[in-house]
Every structure is written in C-alpha cells, then in structure tokens.
C-alpha cells in the first residue's frame, strides 16, 4: 500500500511514528511542509523536516518534540555573547551541524529535496521525505502590535511571540511561484491513501496545499483522502492552530476545519470521542467522519488512530 | 609609542600578549596572516586571527594554543555521522559560532577586516587586529606522493599530514591580487617599531609580506624592524617550520631566517643564547644581533623578550 502524509512539525511526526507501526508494510511518502523554513546565523533551517526525520529517525529530544536527544547549547551561547540573535530560537549544538550540512549543499547548488534525502540517508526514518517544494516559501503572520499593522515571520510568531497575540493574516510568501519538488505530484498520483495527519490546518497541511498543483493533484488522484482532527474539544491538542485559524476566519473545531478543507479535497475525517457530536455537521458537509479517540498519548494510541483513519479511508473506497 | 607586529597563530599570539606585558601603553596594530585561512562545511575559518583573539582575549585553550576553552565537539560529531569531512581540523562548538558569526557577516558583504573588528569587539584583546587583506588568499603546499605531484591546501598539510611529507613549494595563491586591507598601511606608515614575532616565517609572516604593498611599507617606514628568531639549536621552537623553510630552499637556523628577510626588511634579530654563534653570521649580512632567551615558557619569560626586541630597536634607531 502507497500512502502519502502531507506533515507538519510534531503533531505529524508523532503520527507518521504510529502509521508505521499500523502499516509496517506500506510505502510511506511524506510531503513536508517548509513554509516555516527560516534563515538563521545565516543557515537554513527546516524545523519541520527535521522533526520528522528526527522523531522517526531516533534523534528528537522526546519530552519537547523538537530538537535533538542529548543536546547541548554551546554554540548558541557563543552567538549570544557575540550579541549575535535571535536568542528566542532554541538551536542546540547537534542540531546545528544539521542545518550545517543542509546550508552547506544548498551552497553548493543542491535542491533541498537533495539536501533533505542525503541528510536522511544518515537518519533512515523508514519513509520517503519530500519537502513540499525546492523554492523557498516562508510563512508570514500579520499582527496588530500597539495599533499598528506589523508582518513577521512565522517562526517569530509561534516561537517569540508564542501566538499571544491576534493574528490577522497568514501569508505563505513565495508559495503561489514555488513549483512541487520533484516527486511529490508522483508520489501523489501513485497513492493508494493520502493522509492529513492532525497537524495545524493552516500553517502546516494549509502551507503544503497552497503550493500550485498539490492540492489539484490531490483532488484528482481519485483515492480515498482521509485527515484527523487537530482540534479535540474545540482546543488545538497541541500548539496554537486556534489563532492562526481564527487568522482565516475558520473557528476552532474538528468540525470547522473539515469543512475549510472541503469535501471537494476530503473523504474522510475522523474527530475525537470528545466531538461526538460534530460528526453529523462533517457529514452533512459531505465528508465521511467517524468519531475515535484522537490523543496520541503513547506510540500503540497513535497506531490505533492510524488504523481508523486508513480503514475509514476503505469504508471511503468502498 | 606605536608598534605593529605581523603575527601568525600561537607564536604570534604568546609573543604578543608579552608585547602587551612589556609595554602597557603602547599603542598595539597586529597585521594578522589569513593565508591559513579555510573554508570548511560553508564556514569561513581564519585560524591566525582567531589564535590571537582568543589568546589576548582569554578565551583560548592554553593547553593546545588554538581553540576555545572549555570546548565541547557536537557539532564535529553529528558532521562525522553525517559523513561530512573533513575529520582531521578540529572544530569545536564554542569555536563554530565564531565561524558562523564571520561566515553571516562576510555574506552580508562586510569585508573581513571589519567582521574581524566586530569579533574583536566582544573579546577586546587590547591591540587593534586587522587581517593582512580583505582579499582571499590561502595558501597551498606542493608535495610529492608516490612520485606524483600535489597542490594541497595548507591546513592539510599541516593539520592532516602533519608536515610529514617533504613540501617542494609553498604558495600563498591569490596573493598576487590582494590588497592590504583598510588600516594596515596606515599603521606600518604611523609605526614607532615593527616587529616579527617568533612565527612562522614562510607560511606566518612570509605570507603577510607576500601581498603587494606590505613588504616595501614596512621597509620604507624609516623605523626599526626587529625580529625574532623562531628557530632555536636549528630546529623550530614550535611547529615544523623547518619543512617549510626547506620547500623554500632556506635552512632551518636563525641566521639563515634572518638572512632570508634580508637586510633590506630587517634591522635586528634576536637569536636564541644556544645560537650565539649565529650573531656574527647575521650582522655580517647588515642586521643588529643579540643573543638572549627565545623560550615563551611562560608570561615574564615572554614580556622578556618583547623588552629585548624593544630594546634592540632604540639601539637601530640610535
């Protein structure tokens, strides 16, 4: 079985962890979002590639969910004494000869597919890594700052902000030029299942679908597409997806974000037990939905939501 | 009273913070060599100039002469997992940031001498440290390996190779076209005294001399140039200038290093009391010389040697 996962940071890292252990067979293509890519001491870091390959990969620091096991702070605390920031951007030692090699290849002319599947070839995360595109997008955030209309970058939102303030827009910059990696339309149109794991709607699985072509590919492969909630009991289960979606007027529930995402791109979507009762709103929206536990508290809870979501996605195909 | 010294790494480095001992109000231009300046993993590394820094800036690792204290290698390790080399130069994390600072700064479009100056800034080593250039010169070192001939870059022969091989040519490529970077003319033509650590004198000041300019300032600035040997009982105190010295066609003795200064460049020269015999060598070729201790054993010892260089310049100049 071929299933394609368009993924996030954590929330889709820890999923793809327990798809493999409930298809231990499948051939998996991640597609991962890059929109919260940002250039940093003059290197680039991908924070969500990386935490997939990491977590799947063996290397995250588990307790926070990015970010490199037994990590040290050297470098950053050598930054920092040149009086050279951010010092909100937690980069760690190891992690840093990551974005090393990756800046050093793309220096060298290497695509960041390239990049992304030479730094895998160390990691070996058992599923295939596309980033969502070659060309650079970055995710912006408008926010109004002592009445005055400021644009940041995503990761200063999330990060340095920690989203306590109201976001008005989130603009992909650079996605409406950027062109699908190589791979990832094929990988697309060769899939069995497509997957949107409980990632954030609008910066994570939102970013990846607002490169052109993708979210038509996706459309038109005819397979079942199935997605989990990331909103369980009208609260994000994880992170602060509730600001950004209220950035694009979408209110913070499993059902709302089923239908931001429209029948006319989702089969299938499964809610939290909590939401029981967003299942007939789902389905009067003309998208399957099926109400299952939806926490992914340890590896075989993750595994079991894995499960629903691809025999939902038979119960589609049928 | 000002003094410019042209230094190479460690030699330089000890030599100058018993300079900065020995005369406490003067006025300090050290000329740094960046022909052992490399590119490793995208990072620009300028060993020499980071030597000084450290060592007058306390920061060094006094043990080995080069590096940073209390040092930790993370970085180095995940490169090496990653499969990327080189191995053999030792890179530690605290030392990384310092590249990563320059390397950010140099894609900005600073020149190196003022990311030099913004480096400097943080670690205030009490002497002004230009680089010799803005301009990229490395140097790079003929040998012969199983009867072929190879061009390779100064750091490996000296880091990887350790020397061990004979060298049949020392080049200091991109010289030619180099520029004296902002300052450094100036200062040699506002000097009291010139002065030649004990450093390597073909790869140290050897390469400093080689860009266009520097040679003929120094020789024109009508103050007193002394140097001082770094070769002691014709081996070198340090390091292994000797196979350099050979690639040149100089013999490894005190007076054979002044000689090849030449006494167009050179005013003074200090030999080691073990090469007594070689003062009256030296000041047949037109050059002042004193024997006296040359071992920077430790600081007193070190601002010993600085006060005798002083002191045989206002001998030159009287």
């Known amino acids: 079985m071929r299933i394609v996962v368009l993924a996030g940071g954590i929330g889709g890292a820890r999923f ?4 493999k252990q409930a298809a231990p067979d499948a ?10 890519d940002i250039h940093l001491f ?7 590639l990386d935490t997939v390959m990491y977590t799947l990969g063996g290397g995250i620091n588990e307790e926070q969910g990015w970010g490199r096991t037994d990590e040290s702070f050297h470098v950053k605390e050598e930054l920092a004494a040149y009086g050279v920031g951010p010092e909100w951007f937690g980069l760690g030692d190891r992690d840093f000869a990551t974005h090393i090699v990756r800046t050093q290849m793309l ?3 290497y695509p960041l597919s390239a990049v ?14 596309i980033p969502m595109s070659d060309d650079r997008v970055e995710t912006h955030v408008a926010i109004e700052s002592d009445g005055e209309r400021k644009v940041i970058h995503f990761q200063e939102y999330w990060v340095k902000l920690r989203a306590s303030v109201a976001a008005t827009a989130v603009v992909p910059v650079g996605a409406d030029q950027a062109k699908p990696a190589p ?5 697309i149109a060769a899939a069995d299942v497509i997957l949107f794991p409980p990632s954030n709607p609008v910066v994570s699985v939102g970013t990846i679908l607002a490169v052109p072509g993708i979210r038509e590919a996706i459309a038109e492969a005819g397979v079942p597409v199935v997605g989990l909630s990331p909103i369980v009991g009208d609260a994000p289960v994880r992170g602060m997806a509730d600001k950004v979606l209220a950035a694009v ?16 791109l989702l089969d299938g979507w499964l809610v939290d037990t909590a939401d029981e009762t967003a299942v007939a709103r789902v389905e009067a929206a003309g998208i399957r939905c099926r109400a299952v536990p939806l926490m992914m508290t340890d590896l075989d809870a993750t595994a079991a939501m894995a ?5 939902l996605a038979e119960e589609v195909r049928a």
């Open 16 to 19: 793809l962890r327990g798809l």
């Open 27 to 36: 051939d998996i293509t991640v597609v991962g979002n890059t929109g919260d």
């Open 42 to 48: 003059g290197l680039k870091v991908c924070p969500d």
């Open 107 to 109: 220096g060298a002319g």
């Open 116 to 129: 992304t599947e030479a730094l895998c070839a160390r990691w070996q995360p058992g599923v295939r890594l």
């Open 183 to 187: 791979g990832v339309l094929e990988a």
């Open 249 to 264: 007027g979408v209110e913070s529930t499993a059902a709302a974000v089923a239908e931001h995402y429209g029948s006319g």
């Open 307 to 311: 499960r629903e979501a691809l025999t």
